[in-house]
C-alpha cells in the first residue's frame, strides 16, 4: 500500500505543479483574472445594450473599458462598430487591422468578410484637410493643438482627421498667431488658408530693452523743463481769470429792505 500511496502523491504533486504551470502561463499572456473577466464581461454587454439604444459614445466608453482589460476580436469588432457611429473612424481603422492582423487572436473565418466591409465603410467617412499657411519663413501648423507638421512661406500640409469640427492653427517667432475652425463632412477634402501678421510695435518694444534706455534718459532729461513750462502757463491763467473776475463783479449799494444788491448798469439801447 505505501508504495501505491506513494505513487499517488507523486501524481498529485505533478499535477498541481502544472496547474500551476498553466496559471503561470495564462499571467505571463496578460489573461485577466477571474473578477477582471468578470468586469470585462459586464463592461461588454453595458456597451452593447447602449449601442442598441443609440447611445453611441457610451457605447466606445464601456467598450473601451472591457477591452483594456481583455483584448479579444469579438471585442474589438464591436468597439470598431460602435467607433465609426460615433463618427471617430480613423481609431475603428485602427482597431479593425490590428483585428484582421489577427494581432488580437485568430480571426473566426465567418467574422472576417464583417470586419473587412466595416473597414471600407471606416475609410470612406475619413475626411482631409489641407492647411497653407503664410507670413513667416518657418511655420508650424496645428489641428485641434496637436502639431501636423512645419512648413516653409507658403507651404501645406494634408492631414487626415474624423468628420466633424476641427481648429487649424499656424504660428511662428515673431508673428501674431492664426487660427480658423472648419467642419468637415464625412469623406470631403477641405482646404484652408492661414496668414501670419507681424507683432504688434508694443511687443517688439518690450523686447528691446537695451535701444529704449537712450529714449527713457532724453524724456528724463526733459521733465524739468516741462514742468517749468506748464507751472508759466498755469500762473498766467490764474491771472486772467483774476482779472476777468474782478472787472464782471457788479457793482454793489445798500438797500435798507434787500441789503446790500447789485446796480444795474444802464445801456443806451435801453428806452
Known amino acids: 500500500m505505501a508504495p501505491a500511496l506513494r505513487a499517488l502523491g507523486l501524481t498529485v504533486v505533478a499535477m498541481l505543479g ?20 468578470d468586469e470585462a464581461r459586464v463592461l461588454f454587454e453595458e456597451g452593447v445594450r ?5 447611445r453611441f459614445a457610451d457605447a466606445v466608453d464601456r467598450l473601451e473599458r472591457s477591452f483594456a482589460i481583455r483584448p479579444r476580436p469579438s471585442v474589438a469588432y464591436n ?27 485568430p480571426l473566426p473565418e465567418t467574422m472576417r468578410p464583417a470586419a473587412q ?10 475626411a482631409t484637410l489641407v492647411v497653407r499657411a503664410r507670413g513667416a519663413p518657418r511655420i508650424e501648423l496645428l489641428i485641434d493643438g496637436a502639431l501636423v507638421g512645419r512648413v516653409a512661406d507658403g507651404g501645406a500640409v494634408r492631414s487626415q482627421i474624423d468628420p466633424g469640427e476641427h481648429r487649424a492653427e499656424a504660428r511662428a517667432p515673431r508673428r501674431r498667431g492664426a487660427s480658423l475652425m472648419v467642419t468637415a463632412e464625412p469623406g470631403s477634402v477641405e482646404q484652408v488658408g492661414l496668414e501670419l501678421a507681424p507683432e ?3 511687443s517688439h518694444a518690450a523686447r528691446a530693452g ?48 434787500f441789503g446790500s444788491t447789485g446796480v444795474l448798469r444802464s445801456d443806451s439801447s435801453l428806452p
Open 79 to 105: 468597439l470598431a462598430m460602435a467607433l465609426v457611429r460615433a463618427s471617430r473612424p480613423r481609431a475603428a481603422i485602427a482597431i479593425l487591422d490590428r483585428l484582421l492582423a489577427e494581432e488580437l487572436g
Open 200 to 202: 504688434r510695435d508694443g
Open 117 to 126: 466591409a466595416l473597414l471600407g465603410e471606416a475609410r470612406q467617412l475619413v
Open 18 to 37: 502544472a496547474a500551476r504551470a498553466s496559471a503561470q502561463e495564462a499571467r505571463d499572456l496578460g489573461e485577466p483574472h477571474a473578477e477582471a473577466q
Open 50 to 54: 447602449a449601442f442598441d439604444d443609440g
Open 210 to 257: 537695451p535701444s529704449s534706455s537712450s529714449t527713457d534718459r532724453e524724456s528724463d532729461s526733459a521733465v524739468p523743463w516741462l514742468i517749468g513750462a506748464g507751472v508759466a502757463v498755469a500762473l498766467v491763467a490764474a491771472v486772467v481769470v483774476v482779472v476777468l473776475a474782478l472787472g464782471a463783479a457788479p457793482e454793489r449799494e445798500h438797500d435798507p429792505i
